[in-house]
């Protein structure tokens, strides 16, 4: 392509969106807002992600054995145990070393525990991490079927909770998304529509003496992505305000709330941000062309 012919086009693009300032200013705010909602919802559900990750490495199962086991007998359970599937490691604790982490609960007083050493209520027990919490309730079931192990302590019902969350927002997320997308070609095409409609008649002779379509159809969709990114960059900057120094800012108080940084979102905001607004600026401008090039 001739660098005239670029030139040409982006001033006409940019010709365009300030001759009718009203409606692409319309355009530019409501893709704003619809990107605004979209990297809302999707920064909700990174955190969701990030507080399931921290759940899951801390979500233990405790598996304890049967009290009529000798340590050797429950040492030799552990290869049963790990072979569940599922079973990221499992670490054996005797029942002495639980009383001693019992009593180190208790700090200064732990005295009163003391007459427990002879006759200790404790038992042998693994310590059960997971490769994906969504397995808590298979493992456990899992290990209640080993012989030798008498008691299973699992919280499946807080990890089935936090994964409802995480599915429930990742559907709303992706309805938004659709949503918001078909909102954002509507008024772009809206837009571009308004151009065109303005200069059909110029259209009309480009097309006449020998102008292509792609000739044509480029300013008005340089016009539309134009419209797009300008959207994307104000919303960004809006979504990073809003976010670092709002939702963070008040979030980080709350010690048992991780809340993950701006900048480590920031590639999968500015690739969702601009590539929506590349398509949808492209396509909303490309929707509106199709009925004008029938000259």
């Not at 940019?14 to 919802?41: D, E, N």
């Not at 009290?67 to 790990?82: D, G, K, M, N, V």
């Not at 990742?170 to 909102?183: E, G, H, P, Q, Y």
């Not at 990114?229 to 010690?255: D, F, K, P, R």
Request: with cysteine.
């Amino acid at each position: 392509m001739k660098i005239y012919n670029i030139t040409y086009f982006l001033r006409e693009g940019i010709s365009s969106i300030f001759s009718h300032r009203l409606m692409s200013f319309a355009a530019m705010s409501v893709i704003t807002a619809c990107l605004l909602l979209m990297g809302s919802f999707s920064l909700v559900a990174v955190n969701i992600d990030k507080l399931l990750e921290d759940v899951e490495n801390k979500n233990e199962i405790v598996a304890f054995v049967n009290e009529t086991y000798t340590e050797e007998q429950a040492r030799s359970l552990e290869t049963q145990i790990t072979d569940i599937d599922g079973v990221a490691s499992a670490s054996f604790m005797t029942k002495t070393e639980a009383l001693d982490n019992f009593k180190k609960d208790f700090g200064d007083e732990s005295g009163i525990l003391d007459g427990l050493d002879a006759r200790n209520p404790l038992r042998d027990r693994f310590t059960i991490t997971l490769r994906d919490i969504s397995q808590t309730q298979a493992v456990a079931d899992a290990l209640e079927t080993i012989e030798g192990v008498a008691n299973v302590r699992a919280r499946s019902d807080i990890t089935d909770k936090i994964m409802q969350v995480r599915d429930v927002t990742t559907a709303i997320c992706t309805v938004l998304i659709l949503i918001l997308m078909f909102v954002s070609i509507f008024i772009i095409s809206n837009t571009v529509n308004l151009t065109m409609f303005n200069r059909r008649e110029e259209i009309a002779i480009m097309k006449m003496i020998g102008a292509t379509n792609g000739f044509v159809r480029i300013p008005f969709i340089i016009e539309g992505v134009l419209i797009g990114l300008a959207g994307a960059t104000l919303a960004l900057g809006l979504q990073w305000i809003v976010y670092e120094y709002l939702v963070v800012g008040a979030l980080s108080t709350l010690s048992f709330m991780p809340v993950v940084a701006f900048g480590e979102c920031m590639s999968l905001i500015l690739i969702m941000f601009y590539g929506v607004a590349l398509l949808v600026g492209g396509l909303g401008s490309a929707i509106t062309l199709r009925k004008f090039l029938k000259v």
